[in-house]
Structure formats: C-alpha cells, structure tokens
C-alpha cells in the first residue's frame, strides 16, 4: 500500500514539475509506459490470490485514472502557454513599411493578362455588366451548333479546331475556340430566362481562356477572349456602337479614338460589324489614336434570332448585341508588347518589365469617369 501511495505522490508531482510538453511526455513514459512505475505495479497483480488482486487491481486502476487526468489537464495548460509563447514571439507588425527591394525581398507583379482582364471588366463594371464563365472543355453543342454553327457548316472552318476524344455518352467535346459558348449557357441558365420573363436584362462579359490550332508572333494555341452579351427587349445595334465606343476610348485610354464599324459576317449574329480603332504607323512604330491606318480590335453584331431560339428564348420578344475581342491582342496594342508568345513564357525580367503593381487597381479616371 505504502508503495501506492509513494508511486502516486511522486507521480503527480513529476507531472507538475513538467514545464514543456517534451518533459510531461517523459513523464507519462516514465509511470504509464511499458516500463513505467504504474504498468509494474500491474505487473505484480498475476502472482496475486484472487481476493488480494481484486481489491489492489482497483486501486491500481483507480491510479492509472488519476495519473491520466493529471496528464491530461498538464498538457491542455501547456499547449495553451506554448501557443501563447509563440503567438507573442512570432507577432508581425503590420504597420511597419514594407522592405525595399534587392535585400533578398523579390516583389511579384501582375501579369499583362491578369492586368487588362481587370480592366476590361472595371469598364464594362461601370455599364452594369457582370462578370461570367464557363468550361474551357466544351461539348461541340454549346461551341457551334447553340451559335448557329451547325454540323458540317463551313463556318465551322474558320476556326482550327482542338477535338477531344468524346464524352462516355458520345457527346462530341472541344477545347472551346471561343469564349461565344457562355452566351448559350447564360441564356439557357433558369435564373436568366426569369429575369428575361420579368422584364428585366442580361449584361455580361465573359474573359477567358480560348484555344485553336495556331502557333505564330501573334497566335498561340492558348488565348484569351472577353464575350460580351447584352439580351433585353429593346436593345439596338445604336447601343452596340455607343457601348464599344465608349470602352475603347475608356480602355485606350484616348478620349477622341476615332472607331470604324465595318460590315462582317459570324453565324451567331445579323447584322454583324469588325471594329477598327484608328491607329498610324511611324517608323515602324503603331501609336493608336487618330492617324491615317486601322487596326482591327473586334468582332460584334445583334444576336442571331436562331441563337436566341437555341436558348430557349422567342426572337419575337427578345433582342441583343454580342461582342468578342482578343485580350492578348488589346494587351500588345495598349501596352506595346511585339511577340504574343511572351505572355507564356514565365520569363521573370519580362514580367519585371511589363508587370503591374499588385496595389494598384484599375480605374476610370480619364476614361469612362469623364
Ligand atoms: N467568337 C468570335 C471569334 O472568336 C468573336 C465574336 C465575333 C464574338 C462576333 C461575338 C460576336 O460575340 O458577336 O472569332
């Protein structure tokens, strides 16, 4: 009994002299484990009679119990004090400047893509256009036959085609060659066609990833594109002019960019209209404002009334204009940069060069702010 008690007091107090969770796992090895001073007091209980191993088997366990919460509340108190420790010594003092650079602090930047998505989508932001997405895998559907491209229509050819391998339903699927098909899938979502069927409007950009088989200074593979599409009852190739108008004036920055629509043709729209931005050539050198040349930018139109029926809507009630233009493309003309092929190849001095701050982001002044 004595041995117990000697085994218990020393025991407890071992556990509260334990000052890290380091030397209380000492401890609990020392009395609870294989070898420890409470498993041997077990030990003894095999060569008992059974009337004595009754009686000192329970207070054996009864022990062991203790011991246990003793442990256990020791190490809550210690785990609590040891993420206060570290709490205080690893505090960061948010108000202090940051470092400046080239003393082993390398400050990142935003990409030109990442840089003009963000502000294609300030701009159109400002028009109540909000922002939408879709797979960059896409069934054949929604990428040509939704946009009145149906199968075996030449107009299929216009674009070089990625095809994967079909869905396990036979659905033929492509690395979608624009961003056109979130037209289908917006106006087909449920909560459109009730805001349509309320009266109300969709306004909606559509940055994302694109591909086509194409390798060149200034056509990748893989690409960028912002749709643009705006469904209503009343919308009218006059609002497709002033919107397009008014963000590339705001976007490029140049208050009197002189546009030039040009009759065109895509399946998924009629009439449809290329836009040129004025631009002029010096030395070999493109400054974009008023001069004597063009530069393509975009392509555009009113929806074509078998889209709008593809999409479960009546043509009859529902009318609008589309737009999609290259944001690689917008990217090199409004910030110089002569090779496409750049903006993939992770070159750090290149970003360094033609980076943005991630501090500041864009906004309207000079532009659509007049
Ligand atoms: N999808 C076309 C392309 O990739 C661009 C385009 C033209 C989109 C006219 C439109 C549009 O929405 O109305 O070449």
Redesign the pocket.
Known sequence: MDDLSTIKSAALDAVIAATDLGALEAVRVAVLGKKGSVTGLMKTLGAMAPEQRREFGAKVNELKGEVEAALEARKGTLSTSALATRLASEKVDISLPIRPEGQGVERGSLHPIGQVMDEVGAIFGEMGFTWADGPDIEDDWHNFTA?NIPPNHPARQ??DTFYLPPRADGTPMVLR????PV?ARTMLSKDVQMRLADGGSLRIIVPGR?YRIDSDATHAPMFH?V???VIDRTTHMGHLKGCLVDFCRAFFEIDDLPLRFRP?Y?P??EP?A?VDIGCSWKDGELKIGAGDSWLEI??????HPNVIRNCGLDPAIYQG??????IDRIAMLKYGIPDLRSFFDSDLRWLRHYGFSALESPSLTGGLGR
Request: no cysteine.
């Open positions: 946009l216009m674009q060659t624009h961003t056109s037209q694109t594109q749709e643009g599409l065109s895509f998924f729209t449809s290329e975009l392509g555009s139109g009113m929806v204009f589309a737009f999609g233009m290259g």
